[in-house]
């Protein structure tokens, strides 16, 4: 389990209530005080994916085990949190730990729970997390300059590469622009990974509203839907309050609740699609009569790194693997029908994994 999707945002505007629904506990202790939460509490999460259970029907699987991704509930940073302020050091180095940001903002009113800026505006808390995540990539450029550019003046080729870009990015949070929205080549962006930097992790932005607008969503969510297309980030509509109601739900209640509130799905399942989104993961599928399992996997990845998800040695003795596009699965109703038409193929070790491939590797160990 090696993707971790932290959430982030200022104290009480609902993360550990957003946790709390999300992992279907009360693991994290949700309170109206800022810093309820300190160390980071981790939950895993199955992916809402509705291919697996059609394909374990067909299959007549006797267990089906869906495709799974870590949230991390971190604690609420506060505007001088680069600076120490609010515990913010220990914070970052959680934010720094996980591979994409999901960041909660309050777009609701209540004034029973308190705000730490004493007033309702999602666009200056966004700006107020960002800015305390460029300020600690510069504070940490800074050392990371200072560190490589002896090797620089040495003739170091990868340390003169490296101090380039370095100073590239500090030009540009300088200027308030966050790594994750710079237009930068392949080839920068895979160094960049090494450095390290806060605000180059992706972001979804998630708008905690109140259940009368989980819905339709107020004018506060449209201020954040307006930001996320100038960024081209993604926006769930949620409403921490309901999600905890329908987590303490069964199946069927949890549909009729949804019912009645004029809702298809609840925004948690929206989060947790747009959160593996946001990872660039894809699924490929494992599907017999014992087991129908989805199995998570990056974004243009081979054949042979997918049998490496399951088991290493898969991997290192990679063959070939039988291929079933879930698409021609469905359409003939079994493996069998689908060889029988001609639609199963045999990959080898190039092979782009596409989502939703049901596989069967051979290998030799």
């Given at each position: 389990m090696g993707f971790k999707c932290g959430i982030v945002g200022l104290p009480n505007v609902g993360k550990s209530t957003l946790f709390n629904a999300l992992t279907e506990?009360?693991?994290?202790?949700?309170?109206?005080?800022?810093?309820?939460?300190?160390?980071?509490?981790?939950?895993i999460v199955s992916v809402p994916d509705k291919r697996l259970f059609l394909l374990s029907e067909l299959a007549e699987s006797q267990k089906i085990i869906p495709a799974q991704m870590q949230f991390v509930d971190i604690a609420g940073l506060v505007s001088g949190a680069s600076k120490g302020e609010g515990l913010g050091n220990k914070f970052l180095a959680h934010i720094r730990e996980v591979d994409a940001i999901l960041h909660v903002l309050r777009c609701f009113e209540d004034d029973d729970i308190t705000h730490v800026e004493n007033t309702i505006d999602p666009i200056r808390d966004a700006e107020i997390i960002e800015t305390e995540l460029m300020l600690a990539d510069i504070e940490s450029l800074d050392r990371q300059m200072h560190n490589i550019s002896k090797k620089a003046r040495a003739n170091d080729k990868e340390a003169k590469a490296d101090l380039l870009i370095m100073e590239e990015l500090y030009k540009h949070l300088s200027d308030g622009t966050p790594i994750r929205l710079l237009n930068l080549s392949f080839e920068k962006v895979k160094r960049i990974k090494v450095f390290n930097m806060l605000s180059s992790k992706p972001l979804l932005y998630a708008c905690n509203v109140s259940e009368k607008d989980a819905a339709t969503g107020n004018n506060f969510s449209k201020l954040v839907f307006e930001k996320a297309n100038k960024e081209q980030a993604e926006?769930?509509?949620?409403?921490?309050?309901?999600?905890?109601?329908?987590?303490?739900?069964?199946?069927?209640?949890?549909?009729?609740?949804?019912?009645?509130?004029?809702?298809?799905?609840?925004?948690?399942?929206?989060?947790?699609?747009?959160?593996f989104g946001l990872l660039n993961l894809i699924t490929f599928f494992t599907i017999g009569p014992k087991e129908a399992r989805a199995w998570t996997l990056k974004n243009n990845s081979t054949a042979p790194e997918a049998a490496g998800v399951i088991h290493t040695d898969f991997?290192?003795?990679?063959?070939?693997?039988?291929?079933?596009?879930?698409?021609?699965?469905?359409?003939?109703?079994?493996?069998?029908?689908?060889?029988?038409?001609?639609?199963?193929?045999?990959?080898?070790?190039?092979?782009?994994?596409?989502?939703?491939?049901?596989?069967?590797?051979?290998?030799?160990?």
């Open positions: 506990t009360a693991s994290a202790e949700a309170a109206n005080y800022p810093f309820c939460t300190i160390e980071p509490n981790t939950g926006t769930v509509i949620i409403s921490g309050s309901i999600e905890s109601e329908i987590a303490l739900l069964d199946d069927d209640e949890k549909s009729e609740f949804l019912k009645d509130l004029n809702l298809e799905e609840s925004g948690l399942t929206r989060l947790i699609r747009a959160g991997q290192k003795g990679f063959i070939k693997a039988e291929t079933i596009s879930y698409e021609d699965y469905i359409k003939f109703k079994s493996e069998q029908a689908a060889k029988d038409a001609g639609r199963a193929r045999i990959e080898g070790s190039e092979y782009k994994v596409v989502d939703g491939d049901i596989f069967h590797f051979r290998f030799n160990v």
